[in-house]
């Protein structure tokens, strides 16, 4: 299993915002909206197995991607997407329906084609009748020379339908790789092999530098800029442990190409070799408010790290120093807020002139294109000027471990913080070698894979151990030799010595016994599911494109990544050969190479370290001049520089307003009521034996009092037994017939203004599966024991553990939802539900269980009889129509095994959130919004404008101001598609309050005094438009489509927001800025953070939140 992979879940609220945010707890670092995401390492193993290359899929998988997922980009993207940490997007739920306009045809390109003259298309061609069809171009033969690259070898990745081929350029060395398949939302990607000298985070700060500026752009404001003014669907920067990656991805080939330009002249000539304001920009640069103003550190990267300053972090960092004591990759490739400090703007500069050389470098292709060869003509212009350099990366200082090493580190926390299951505990096998035997490592991989799966004979033992933690397996190839990790979270440190019996057992009977079999089979049943759905997803660049490029970085192999998707599918033949035993028996049992770390965290420590680092920098001070202190005073408060990149911007934009497409896919969707009461709703979709099942039981009997008691059921089954299976059964069975199953209790939109609660089934199933998936559903809804109040209490504890950790990870869903409750129906009931009252009545329930047990059970028994009820349930499904007539048989046997009684409709008072609020989580930064519905705003819902403002705001004002004056890590201004959401703008990781407010409300004066043009505004209208006009999966509209019908909007509802933007002139923007006004005065103010930075603004807040 990759290190940091997450299960996907759908998002309950979609929303538009200034660029995609992507929220993924871990230790990489990418770029959005200018802030580089931490991900877990996606570290796999390097597994060439040159035997088995051309080795298909098994026949199953093949006739089915034969019979494509999507009928070839005929549907497009509706609702911008936006992640959270606890809900990551998967594009099958997070858009709507497409619907055809009559005004232009769609090409296989994606363009608007014309039988008559040709017009300008998204792509910046010259798109007619003749030309529109084309294919994409003939790849090249092994041997042959193109632009000064010759393909070396070519590859068939049947699972995107695409052909890979690898080039080299002949004069340096370096190396192409082109995965061409039909998908118009195309990728170009620059990626350097880059080491982690030290702990100062010098690949992620040069990472931040180079979009700042080129010798060819030279602008540290183009980037931004660019991000939100041009048609661009991905711009990103992303630092890993070994490489940093530059990925850009659009809907238009001659768009791609002049951002290919941009990110490449950024790469090679940089002006941070020449500007050293770039680098105490984006590094570290001392700040004085005031000559008598103690002295503090910003800057963007710095605030970013104080902000990766979380337990997990650590627990995962302390890991890698004890596995691999000495090595680099002890270094944080990210940097130590306490090092950054030490870097200066000379070894800056020098570690670009080590690492940034096209020897040292790897591009990528992704996509449909006419011309491919001209992207590599650019590169060859660039490479060209460059001799062939040999690269080699040594780890010197490596001092293996030859014995078990055994840690305990405390991680610093403020002084109250609950250290109740807050711990991590990291076991570690490294295995010296195992890189060097490929199919080995392949294995292992695939290992982690079955020891990580619910219902593995290592994960029951740990539920039974240790209820209240979670545990996950990985395989971590980043270091200088492999290692298999198992991680427990939410665990306490005296659980240590447990855990490690818990896995060495684990590993001494699969050494004896292997997998069993039919959990073998249901891991690959899911993983398939899994794979027929490739194209559906619909976050290209992270999804697809990365983990090519980082497999391959970690191996050596350009088709790592392939190979362990092929090898997934070969995991019951080597269950059965024994090579699971042994592979266990040669690297994990009896291993003297482990290392056992606890991080555990220790209230208090967190101001003693504070008060450490001021009383340094009062040192520091104290040594200045007067000179000096005024300087850094002057700089301190200085207005940032404007710089007018409208040359620029323009002369890197490639496509027009009005060549933008309006072509969207309407769904043929069936809505019947019968004689039952029972509602259908099916959409047709071109696609084969696979469809998504969306049950709806109707909650709006449940009144106030049971709607915790109903949140706490859906999140007790599946984790309990039940009449007729163990959990671990349970476990195997869900992975095996409900593919990315949901069971949520929350409130969904009814119509405009209506709201209606709802019990939601759903999950993805193949048809051969689907009878069992009903089934299976049927008994963990009405066949969940709810009789021992010692397990339910492990798994109260467990989830609210597991609350806290989410909230502090990220708490923006939280505030958000907080503070659209106060207009919104849905959000008041969905916060109420899910959020800080939930928790409160976790704790009590805890406390209930350990008092009046029967109390308990009882009540969950009365909820769970209370939902075995039909009446007004709708069956939602989408599918071709062999499988929704499957469907419809089985979901109306589930629903008719139901009781049917009568639904009187509860009256809700839910509590309000107040107006300005705090919350105190354990943080070295803050995060603070301002927020207005549409409703405060006078606006009667979202309108396709509104997007555009959002990005104005971000591009104008929160990035020069908060970002570069400020250190802000990110600040952007987002809008809510749904029409009871409205306007908000989040700084994330940011280290102020009280600067950050006094800037927002400057809003309105700022943007009246920006001096906008139409050429300026049509930026971004085309930026915003990318968002509605990307490619989506077949599946995923036909889903969208149904869910359109239920909520009562119209399938075609986003060509509305696109022909919106379209006519989006400078007197209607006026009307949009002029909202600012009424957010300034009427927005909320929201702050999560530390304790002591919070109370040092209490006026600010009508009530501070201290729930944890």
Not at 222 to 231: D, G, I, R
Not at 253 to 277: G, M, R, T
């Amino acid at each position: 299993m990759k290190t940091g992979s997450m299960p996907a879940a759908e998002q309950a609220d979609s929303y538009t915002t200034s660029g995609v945010i992507s929220m993924i707890q871990g230790l990489h670092y990418k770029q959005v909206n200018g802030r580089d995401e931490p991900m877990l390492q996606n570290n796999k193993p390097n597994n060439k197995l040159n035997n088995k290359l051309n080795n298909k899929l098994n026949n199953k998988l093949n006739n089915k991607l034969n019979n494509k997922l999507n009928n070839k980009l005929n549907n497009k993207l509706d609702l911008k997407k936006r992640l959270f940490p606890m809900l990551l997007v998967l594009a099958l739920l997070s858009g709507s329906v497409p619907g055809a306009l009559p005004a232009a045809a769609e090409t296989p390109d994606g363009n608007a084609a014309s039988d008559t003259a040709a017009t300008e298309t998204p792509d910046g061609n010259a798109a007619s009748e003749t030309a529109a069809g084309e294919d994409t171009a003939s790849l090249p033969q092994v041997g042959q020379v193109v632009k000064g690259f010759e393909a070396v070898e070519t590859r068939d990745y049947p699972l995107m339908d695409a052909t890979a081929v690898r080039f080299v350029h002949q004069k340096t060395g370096a190396e192409l790789y082109y995965i061409a398949n039909d998908d118009t939302n195309r990728v170009f990607d620059l990626t350097f092999f880059t080491e982690t000298l030290d702990k100062t985070g010098l690949p992620h700060v040069f990472e931040h530098a180079v979009l700042s500026g080129s010798e060819k752009y030279p602008s540290t404001q183009l980037f931004f800029n660019l991000k939100h003014q041009t048609y661009n669907t991905y711009m990103n920067a992303l630092t890993y442990s070994g490489y940093t990656t530059y990925p850009v991805a659009s809907l238009s080939e001659a768009q791609l190409l002049k951002y290919a330009d941009f990110y490449v002249d950024s790469c090679f000539h940089p002006i941070i070799l020449k500007n050293e304001k770039i680098f105490r920009t984006e590094a570290w640069r001392y700040r004085l408010d005031n000559a008598d103003a103690p002295l503090t550190i910003e800057g963007t990267v710095y605030t970013e790290m104080l902000g990766m300053r979380t337990l997990e972090t650590n627990a995962f960092n302390n890991a890698v120093r004890a596995m691999f004591p000495g090595s680099k990759t002890c270094n944080e490739q990210g940097g130590d807020p306490d090092f950054i400090p030490d870097m200066t703007w000379e070894m800056l500069k020098d570690y670009h002139a080590r690492y940034y050389h096209p020897s040292n470098c790897a591009a990528y292709l992704y996509g449909r294109f006419e011309d491919y060869a001209a992207f590599l003509e650019l590169l060859d212009g660039y490479f060209s000027a460059y001799e062939k350099k040999e690269f080699s990366f040594t780890d010197s200082s490596y001092d293996p471990i030859t014995e078990p090493v055994v840690l305990s580190l405390p991680f610093p926390l403020e002084q109250g913080s609950n250290t109740e299951n807050a711990s991590v505990i990291i076991y570690g096998f490294v295995c010296p070698g195992l890189r060097n035997d490929l199919e080995q490592e392949l294995v292992i991989n695939t290992m982690t894979d079955l020891f990580a799966d619910g219902a593995s004979g290592l994960q029951q033992s740990f539920r039974d151990a240790l209820p209240y933690g979670t545990l996950e397996s990985h395989i971590v190839t980043m270091g200088p030799e492999d290692a298999v990790t198992f991680i427990a979270k939410n665990v306490n440190p005296e659980d240590a010595e447990v855990f490690r019996e818990i896995v060495d057992k684990a590993i001494a009977d699969v050494a004896e016994n292997g997998f069993p079999a039919d959990q073998v089979d249901a891991v690959m049943a899911s993983l398939e599911t899994s794979a027929l759905l490739t194209r559906e997803s619909g976050d290209l660049v992270e999804d697809k494109i990365l983990p090519i490029i980082e497999y391959k970085v970690y191996s050596g192999d350009p088709w790592n990544y392939l190979d362990y998707q092929d090898g997934l599918f070969q995991m019951d033949k080597w269950n059965a050969q024994g090579l699971y035993k042994k592979a266990v028996c040669d690297w994990l049992a009896d291993s003297r190479t482990t290392a056992l770390v606890t991080t555990w965290p220790e209230p208090g420590s967190r101001e003693i370290k504070d008060a450490e680092s001021a009383e340094k920098l009062a040192a520091v001070k104290e040594g200045m001049t007067e000179e000096e202190i005024a300087e850094i005073v002057a700089s301190s408060n200085a207005a940032p520089e404007t710089e007018d990149t409208s040359d620029m911007v323009a002369g890197l934009q490639a496509v027009t307003v009005e060549s933008l497409p309006e072509d969207w896919k309407l769904y043929e969707v069936s809505d019947e009521t019968g004689e039952d009461g029972i509602r259908h709703i099916d959409a047709a979709a071109n696609i084969e034996d696979i469809g998504k099942v969306n049950l709806l039981l109707d909650t709006s009997g449940f009144g106030r009092e049971d709607i915790h008691w109903l949140t706490l059921y859906t999140d007790l089954v599946t984790a309990l037994e039940t009449d007729s299976h163990s959990k671990g059964d349970l476990a195997g069975m869900i992975s095996r017939y409900l593919y990315n199953y949901r069971i949520l209790a929350s409130a969904w939109q009814d119509g405009k203004d209506g709201v209606h609660p709802w019990l939601q089934l759903s999950w993805i199933s193949m048809d051969d599966d689907l009878e069992e998936g009903y089934d299976l559903m049927r008994e963990i809804l009405f066949g969940t024991r709810f009789d021992d109040p010692v397990k339910i209490l492990e798994q109260v504890r467990a989830i609210r553990a597991g609350m806290k950790s989410d909230i502090a990870d990220d708490p923006e869903e939280l505030m958000l939802n907080r503070a659209f409750a106060r207009d919104s129906q849905r959000m008041r009931y969905n916060s109420f539900a899910q959020g800080l009252e939930y928790y409160e009545f976790l704790g009590r329930t805890q406390k209930q269980l350990q008092d009046e047990p029967e109390a308990v059970t009882t009540k969950l028994k009365e909820i769970q009889n209370r939902l075995n009820n039909r009446t007004n349930a709708v069956a939602m499904f989408a599918g071709n129509e062999n499988s929704i007539a499957l469907n419809r048989q089985l979901a109306d046997s589930f629903l008719a095994s139901l009781d049917a009684r009568k639904i009187e409709q509860a009256e809700y008072d839910l509590p309000l959130p107040e107006m300005n609020e705090a919350l105190v989580i354990d943080s070295s930064v803050q995060y603070n919004m301002l927020s207005a519905s549409y409703r405060a705003l006078g606006q009667n819902g979202h309108e396709g404008g509104m997007d555009v403002l959002a990005g104005l705001v971000t591009d104008v004002i929160l990035t020069p101001l908060l970002r570069d004056q400020y250190g802000v890590y990110s600040p952007n201004c987002t809008v809510y598609i749904s029409d009871d959401g409205g306007m908000f703008i989040y700084t994330y990781r940011d280290p102020n309050i009280a600067e950050t407010f006094r800037v927002l409300d400057g809003l309105p004066e700022m943007i009246a005094g920006s001096g906008i043009d139409q050429e300026t505004l049509d930026g971004y209208i085309l930026k915003s438009y990318a968002y509605y006009a990307m490619p989506q999966g077949e599946l995923s509209g036909a889903v969208n489509a149904a869910e359109a019908v239920l909520k009562g909007r119209p399938q075609d509802e986003s060509v509305t927001s696109m022909r919106q933007l379209k006519q989006l002139n400078l007197e209607k923007l006026a009307d949009y800025t002029g909202l600012l006004e009424k957010f300034s005065e009427t927005g909320a103010v929201r702050t999560a953070g530390g304790a002591a930075a919070i109370n040092a603004e209490a006026g600010r807040y009508d009530k501070i939140l201290n729930p944890f």
